[in-house]
């Protein structure tokens, strides 16, 4: 075996052991979590802790049906506004948008994607709570007073706020998605269409858009993911109140990353504290691992078929 041979196969080598590296801190994440969880549960069942409404750690009651439901509502409300205006927003720059405004728009997203979530929390604090506040609060509540608009929270930190501030955070990977996925449909298809006599928006609603519907679902899955494991801009505008079931998009919520963010480091001599929030983060991260798996497997499906 000559020199340059062997450099390549210690090289090939080097990396793979590189990649598992990498792949092992997934698995140890998840294994770890797990057990640092099996002392609450061997005391109180895992149906008993999903669906109870009390917490109260020093009584041994670790329920987190209110938690689940705030990020239920944080991240609903997150989705029903990031979704139409991010496939939109990605329709427009692929199938509209001249290439110089493409060009400025697209740095533009990207760097939404870079700002830290602390920065969205106080531009949420700053814009978007006056916001909830002064008009959208007393418009809604006042106007439609019923489920989901009737509250009594006059503070501005409401689920709605925190859904708001999502929003934003994960437009820059919906719409990035969407994009990509549209700019995969071959040109002929547009062309065929056209020359049938289709307009522009009967050609990308009838044959674009029905192509890439996979796509557009795999990115939402995507940005669900995401919507559903932020921590600190949530943590900022959510009100996080204790012992408060949210019925109300107006109410203060207490969504699960904020829980973990917010009281992690506090009563740890309380038994079986630790272990109910190390729960709480295993069962973000399965989920986050779940939605994750299913979009990349509906986008290798995609890209499987194209080929």
Not at 142 to 158: A, V
Not at 191 to 220: M, N
Request: with cysteine; charged share 15%.
């Amino acid at each position: 075996m000559n020199a340059r041979k062997f450099k390549d196969i210690v090289a090939q080598r080097v990396m793979f052991l590189f990649c598992l590296f990498v792949l092992s801190i997934t698995f140890l994440m998840v294994f770890g979590l797990y057990w640092r969880s099996k002392p609450v549960l061997a005391v109180n069942n895992l149906k008993e802790i999903l669906f109870s409404v009390t917490w109260s750690p020093t009584s041994g009651q670790f329920g987190l049906a209110s938690f689940i439901v705030g990020t239920f509502w944080v991240t609903v409300i997150a989705m029903v506004i990031a979704v139409p205006l991010s496939v939109l927003t990605a329709i427009f720059l692929s199938e509209y948008a001249p290439k110089k405004i493409r060009e400025v728009i697209k740095p533009i997203i990207d760097l939404l994607a870079g700002i830290s979530p602390v920065v969205y929390g106080v531009w949420g604090m700053i814009a978007i709570v006056p916001l909830v506040r002064d008009y959208l609060m007393p418009f809604f509540s006042e106007g439609l007073p019923f489920f989901p608009f009737r509250s009594n929270n006059y503070t501005g930190f409401t689920a709605l706020t925190a859904g708001i501030v999502l929003a934003v955070m994960v437009f820059p990977l919906i719409i990035s998605v969407v994009e990509e996925v549209i700019g995969a449909v071959p040109v002929e298809m547009r062309e065929a269409s056209l020359s049938l006599g289709a307009t522009q928006w009967q050609t990308t609603r009838f044959v674009v858009l029905r192509k890439v519907r996979s796509g557009i679902i795999a990115a939402v899955i995507l940005g669900l993911s995401r919507a559903f494991g932020e921590t600190m801009a949530v943590l900022m505008v959510a009100g996080c109140a204790m012992h408060i079931f949210p019925k109300s998009i107006f109410d203060p919520v207490y969504p699960l990353p904020a829980l973990i963010a917010n009281t992690y480091g506090e009563m740890m001599s309380i038994p079986l504290y630790d272990s109910a929030l190390l729960l709480v983060a295993f069962i973000l991260l399965i989920v986050t691992i779940l939605f994750n798996i299913l979009g990349r497997v509906i986008l290798f499906h995609i890209e499987r078929g194209e080929s």
